[in-house]
């Protein structure tokens, strides 16, 4: 399939900054690692919970409160940290580059969910030469309806070899935004 590019799409530090922010809203990507950290917690949170069931009855009720106190917690402690982000955010913070795709790669495994049901995750990764790996996010580049695309479609229009601008940031080195050069041109703020 050939794509023909009749005209590429500005991207300015006001575009970067709507990714950059809206892809902090978003969980971080499931890792096979990660899910698996958290196997056998779990696994031991629910044992002793059973045992204390069985020991007080009572506990159940104790329990189920103090699910809802955490889950309230956790939305909570969620919306305050976007909220942080959002007034300490500054474009100024970040620095475009430009780099070379080394190569692509898709991390996928089965996460089990219940006793009989498996869901498969797909993680889409550009692995650039000189910063690093970039998880591509579900959705971007939502501030143009004729950009935008979905991780598997920036994955898939990924070549090795290819330029791509990159939003960095300056303390941390985390690739916050990606920007295939074929399609988007990068135009300073003025």
Request: proline share 2%; hydrophobic share 45%; glycine share 4%.
């Amino acid at each position: 399939m050939v794509i023909c590019v009749t005209k590429k799409f500005a991207v300015t530090s006001r575009e970067i900054g709507k990714d950059i922010v809206r892809t902090a809203g978003q969980a971080d990507r499931l890792t096979k690692k990660s899910y698996e950290s958290w196997r056998i917690p779990a696994i031991i949170i629910a044992l002793v919970s059973l045992v204390v069931t069985y020991i007080y009855p009572l506990a159940f009720i104790y329990a189920v409160l103090a699910v809802a106190v955490i889950t309230v917690i956790a939305v909570l402690g969620k919306y305050l940290r976007l909220r942080r982000f959002a007034v300490k955010f500054s474009i100024d913070d970040y620095e475009i580059k430009t780099d070379t795709l080394s190569h692509v790669d898709l991390e996928s495994f089965e996460v089990r969910r219940g006793k009989w049901r498996r869901d498969r995750v797909e993680n889409y990764m550009l692995c650039f030469e000189e910063l690093g790996t970039y998880y591509i996010p579900e959705d971007n580049y939502l501030w143009n309806v004729d950009a935008r695309m979905s991780d598997r479609a920036v994955f898939e229009k990924a070549h090795r070899g290819d330029k791509f601008i990159v939003a960095v940031h300056r303390k941390s080195g985390k690739l916050s935004a990606v920007y295939h050069a074929d399609y988007f041109e990068y135009k300073a703020d003025r």
